[in-house]
């Protein structure tokens, strides 16, 4: 029998086309809205091919007028939203920062118009460490206060979630908020049928250390090796796809299921282990035993030395704990890159 259906927005993105494989084989059934702006429908022909069902995309552009009315005149029932659909660059956003706010705050209010529609009683929302800012309080911990960030990209998930809350909080708003902080998703389905493939330049490392490896990049650099850090280089927390997909889920029965006190959490969603820019290469080197072309450079504006989670919140709260390792991120990614690349 079914759990519900569940809108997810942003689903033929790297995180939404990996989370509805997860939601299928949890029971759920699932409804896509997509406009494609950083992805194609290629994804949902991966998610059929692991699942066995068939996922059709609504192309809709949640960020344009009327997008909301035009979802709900479909008439589908919704029993929870994961809305994934945002611009996610950085540094695009500091250069266009108005197509930032423009996207992924209308974007976001179309999402909790629908819910309204629906009084849909489980909404979860993909936030980003980047909320915390330039913090140097490690790991992070969900009560940190947020901190200035240097991106509109950072500021838009920070205003995202102060508009969550006080949806939530409206008189008469019955819906119950997940805000999932992620630190750095990576990695494929271990099928190989499904990974990341985004229409835009890829600009995460574990994606550009794939590419440098097969030979879409002629090298890597390194971005600053003289940080407060074991080897010089910074620190990440990497998270695989698949552990971060299975989040989402729990995210979603814990809502829906009533276990939620509170109108509104966050939590972080990262392994909880820093991981250096070096020891990452060095794990993709030798899972892959390709020797990457990389080289040491400056270091780059804005990065902070390191970012990892204080994940026992999440650990404790929806029993979530990370079954993957970095080792196993760079081999999904490696096979992901080679078929992709038809090699
Ligand atoms: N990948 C990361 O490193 C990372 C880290 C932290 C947070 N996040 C957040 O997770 C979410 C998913 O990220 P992802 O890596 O899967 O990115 P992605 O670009 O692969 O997926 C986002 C999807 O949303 C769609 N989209 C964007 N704006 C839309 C709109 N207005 N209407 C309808 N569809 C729209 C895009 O076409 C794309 O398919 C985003 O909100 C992102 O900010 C990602």
């Known amino acids: ?69 035009t979802i709900i005149e479909l008439g589908i029932h919704f029993d929870g939203i994961i809305h994934f659909a945002a611009l996610k660059s950085v540094g695009e956003s500091v250069a266009e920062p108005l197509k930032y706010y423009s996207n992924n705050i209308k974007s976001l209010i179309a999402a909790l118009e629908i819910a309204g529609h629906y009084s849909t009683p489980a909404f979860v929302f993909s936030s980003s460490c980047t909320v915390y800012g330039q913090t140097d309080q490690l790991p992070v911990h969900e009560d940190l206060p947020f901190m200035t960030t240097g991106s509109a990209y950072g500021r838009s998930k920070q205003m995202c979630e102060q508009i969550m809350m006080d949806a939530c909080n409206a008189p008469g708003a019955t819906g119950k908020v997940i805000s999932l902080r992620y630190f750095n998703p990576a990695g494929a389905h271990a099928s190989h049928l499904l990974g990341e493939s985004p229409i835009n330049v890829a600009l995460n490392l574990v994606p550009v250390i794939t590419e440098t490896a097969i030979g879409k990049r002629d090298s890597l650099t390194v971005y600053g090796n003289d940080y407060d850090t074991r080897d010089g280089t910074c620190i990440r927390d990497f998270v695989h796809i698949m552990d971060l997909a299975r989040a989402h889920v729990l995210a979603l029965d814990a809502l829906l299921e009533g ?14 282990k820093g991981v250096t820019v070096l020891e990452a290469i060095h794990a993709f080197e030798k899972v892959s035993g390709v020797a990457l072309n990389y080289s040491l450079g400056p270091r780059r504006e804005g990065d902070l030395p390191a970012m990892y989670a204080d994940n026992r919140k999440i650990s404790e709260q929806l029993q979530w704990q990370p079954q993957f390792n970095i080792a196993d991120i760079m081999r999904d990614a490696w096979a992901w890159e080679q078929v992709r690349s038809g090699k």
């Open 1 to 69: 029998m079914s759990k519900g259906t569940i809108l997810v927005t942003g689903g033929c993105g790297y995180i939404g086309s990996h989370t509805i494989v997860e939601l299928i084989q949890s029971g759920y059934e699932v409804v896509c809205i997509d406009s494609l702006i950083n992805s194609d429908q290629e994804s949902l022909r991966g998610v059929e091919a692991i699942t066995g069902q068939a996922v059709k995309n609504i192309n809709v552009d949640l960020a344009k007028d009327h997008a909301a009315a």
């Open 259 to 272: 276990r939620q006190k509170n109108i509104f959490e966050a939590y972080n969603l990262g392994i909880g």
